[in-house]
Structure formats: C-alpha cells, structure tokens
C-alpha cells in the first residue's frame, strides 16, 4: 500500500513563527501536493511538484513556499506564519494524472 | 471553467437507508473522476475512480457510482447505510491537478 507520511498531526504556533510542514512518501511517486483544507472552501491547492528540485504554484501559494530536495520528500514553508493560515493541511502524491494520496493531515493553529 | 459542484452540503440518513451522493463537473472533455471520504480528523481515502468504459464503477466499502455524460453527473451511491458511513465526501476530476467539490456532510441516522 502507498503510504504517505505528514511529520505532525497537530501543531500549535506563534504569529511570525517559521513554520516547515514535512510529508513523505513511500512508492517512488514523482508527483507531490500541497492543499490546505477549510469549511466550507473543501480543498485547495497551495503548491506542487512533478520532480526533484521542482515546483509550480497552485490556486493559492501566497504566504507558502516549497522546498522537494529529495524525491521522496516535499516541505511546505510558512515563512512568517499568520492567523489566517491556521487550517488543515494535507499533503497528497501520485506516479501519474490519476489518482492521488493522501497523508493523515496537519491540523495548524497559529496564535 | 474547470469546476465540480457538488449541490449538497449535508446529507442526513437513516441507517439502513440507501444513498445517493450528487456530483456535476464542468470540463471540456471526459475527465477522470473520483471519489474521496474523509473521516473526522483524517486524510482522503479514495473510494472509486472512472477513466474509461463501464460507466458503472464499483468502489470500497459497497460504494458505486455512475458517469453520466449527458449529464456531465458522477454521482456516489449505497445501498444502504450503515453508521460507520458519516463522514465527508468529496468529488474530484482530474486534468493534470485534482479539481475538488466543496465536499457533501454525510450524518447518518441510527
């Protein structure tokens, strides 16, 4: 089975706080993703990878960057985290167009 | 525009009851399309997929859903419900990145 890892379930940080949110997977897949979950919004792409070293922005990067050193490995980066970006964050890969998977999810909360 | 719609926000049943889950997408050919349940406090795990053929497709969990093209439909059904069903269900397609609905509550009654 695919297993797609996220380094934390649940996080707690303070505004302006550097915040990296860590995902892994483990079927060799070239393809990785970024969402952040709201109500009411469902899922929304931040930002994705089809390689190593790769990234492409998604509906909504602001805020956010990447960084995919390894191909197995793609960090999402709140440079100074803020209020608004307390959400839930999940992280997906996939070899191809089809279907993608999902990791467990980060619940963040930024005070 | 590249959408999916999904019209119901919540959905409650009985258990028992059968199910049907309503998806529409907005895209210039046949795309491939998917199913996803979340659990409270989890990830998305897929439920089924369409990408050619049958327009019946079988999933998990006793889950079937039907592509209709007239009507650019995908919609989710179940015979019947049983409680371990509630969760939140989300329609997606997929043209190079996964285009998501807003997702569909489903509350199931004992």
């Known amino acids: 089975d695919v297993k797609v890892t996220q380094s934390s379930r649940y996080l707690v940080k303070r505004t302006g706080e550097k915040v990296f949110l860590e995902c892994v997977q483990d079927m060799d897949h070239e393809n990785m993703f970024w969402y952040r979950q709201d109500p009411g919004l469902g899922l929304r792409l931040i930002y994705f990878s089809y390689d190593v070293k790769m990234k492409e922005k998604g509906d909504i990067p602001e805020g956010y960057s990447v960084s995919r050193e390894k191909k197995e490995r793609f960090s999402l980066i709140l440079e100074s985290a803020s209020t608004n970006q307390t959400s839930m964050y999940l992280c997906a890969s996939t070899s191809s167009h089809y279907e993608q998977y999902f990791g467990p999810g980060t619940r963040l909360t930024v005070t | 525009a590249q959408s999916v719609t999904q019209p119901d926000i919540h959905i409650t049943v009985s258990e028992g009851a059968s199910l049907e889950l309503r998806c529409n997408y907005s895209?210039?050919?046949?795309?491939?399309l998917f199913w996803y349940v979340q659990s409270p406090g989890q990830g998305l795990q897929l439920l089924l997929k369409?990408?050619?053929?049958?327009?019946l497709v079988q999933g998990i969990k006793g889950f079937e859903a039907e592509f209709k093209r007239s009507q650019s439909s995908f919609n989710l059904r179940k015979p019947s419900v049983h409680w371990s069903d509630a969760a939140e269900y989300f329609c997606a397609f997929n043209t190079g990145k996964l285009i998501f609905g807003q997702g569909t509550t489903l509350q199931v009654k004992p």
């Open positions: 895209y210039g050919a046949t795309p491939y």
């Open positions: 369409y990408f050619s053929g049958d327009t």
